[in-house]
DNA sequence: ATCTCTCTTTATAAAATCTTTACGCGATCA
DNA sequence: TGATCGCGTAAAGATTTTATAAAGAGAGAT
């Protein structure tokens, strides 16, 4: 995630300003809050991907603020702060901040913070299935099921039938099966597909005579529906 | 995880001195190593939780090792460093480091970090127990128990159940399980694998020759269910 | 030192998987 | 008609992978 939504809780409009202008011209779109009240309302509106959070406002504890907010907030926070005691920054990161800065901090120092926390938010976790009637192909639990009850497939199967699903509805020859799944070398030997398509088709068709899923193309390759 | 295993790298020995002391009173395990050689060396054959390093060593510079950790190690890294320098510090996040800290630095502090940080790195947080019919894995007390009897394991068996079962119904390959338990160099001891997944399923199945907890997926890994 | 516990390494049997062979079916075409 | 070709299926065999026991090695404790 390089550009971000990002919400700057502060009371100082020189601070917002200055946050603003170089967020902005990284790519960033930032919302601005002055006080504690203010920021809840606009982060509960539209959840930000970041927040930068001044410890000192006039109405809340940034503190205090902090632990409302991962009462039900998840992405990254990074508290700023004048304050250099060891007490708030072991109480802030305790309470579940994600940096914390002193002011004056540098833009530069800030930026790749904010970087550094966003690049350890988005570890993007593509739950990828495919789905085709009843039958669920896991790519992440490298799992087959068939009406909600794994089916057991060995690693070649679960490869073919993986790369058929994942290109589904497109015609794969032959010779690209052969040397996606065994290898280079392996592009005359059809027999292999025809006995492993035998195979995949008795443990995921209703009736492996009348497949459904994998289809024949004779004399080009097979088909994944 | 409260308890982590964290690697020092730090040419200085009053200041792996004082590290450690701080860091075993907080109840880490700890390691040390006073060069760039003996840190990768430490770290590939027993790969921590967690690692401190310092960026000035004498045989090469810390931000080259920084990268070379990230080409296979994903736990959190935090930086210590007499520079103060924008550039260092923006170099270093950007690199993958997971916090910068200025020396010298507070050890209040310097624990709050690693606590945010490996708060961080474990996405259980909520997930402190793991369960599976009668068995029940207390990774916060690192123990487990089959019929609330608790079963003695060993170091790395424990390790191999853990990650197992944080990844419960995915099939984890022998190359991960063998890079994040043994090191980079081990991916191809399966032997090994064999041996402890055999001596686990001994001690937590019912009936070892029909598994129902350690599964294998024959050519590729195992699963925990 | 000796014992104990754990990890590493070796050996071997068993299981699972892959490869190869054989044959039947249906379509096509001379 | 019958010969050929592509495909599907079953099953034998060859090979790879796995399970298990047990010996050897190393570290730490008593």
Chains 1, 2 share one sequence.
């Not at 809780?9 to 170089?22: C, F, G, H, N, V």
């Not at 679960?158 to 065994?182: D, F, M, P, R």
Request: with cysteine; glycine share 4%.
């Amino acid at each position: 995630m390089n550009k971000a939504n990002i919400l700057i809780i502060d009371d100082e409009p020189q601070i917002r300003k200055l946050l603003s202008i170089a967020l902005q011209s990284n790519g960033h779109r930032v919302t601005e809050a002055a006080t504690a009240k203010e920021g809840m309302i606009a982060a509960s509106s539209h959840p930000p991907d970041l927040i930068l959070l001044d410890l000192a406002l006039p109405d809340e504890s940034g503190h205090s603020l902090l632990k409302r907010f991962r009462e039900w907030y998840s992405h990254p926070i990074i508290i700023l702060s004048v304050l250099n005691s060891e007490q708030d920054i072991i109480a802030a990161l305790d309470n579940g901040a994600s940096d914390y800065l002193t002011k004056p901090f540098r833009t530069g120092e800030l930026l790749a913070r904010i970087r550094s926390v966003l690049r350890r938010a988005s570890p993007s976790q593509d739950q990828q299935e495919i789905r085709s009637g009843s039958l669920l192909i896991d790519l992440v639990q490298r799992a087959v099921k068939k009406n909600n009850e794994t089916i057991k497939l060995t690693a070649t199967e679960y490869s073919l039938l993986a790369l058929l699903a994942k290109n589904e509805g497109c015609v794969l020859t032959h010779q690209y099966l052969l040397k996606e799944i065994w290898g280079p070398g392996f592009v005359k030997e059809s027999q292999y597909l025809r006995v492993f398509i035998a195979q995949l088709r008795k443990k995921i068709e209703e009736d492996p005579n009348r497949p459904v899923h994998i289809l024949t193309e004779s004399g080009v390759g097979y088909r994944f529906l």
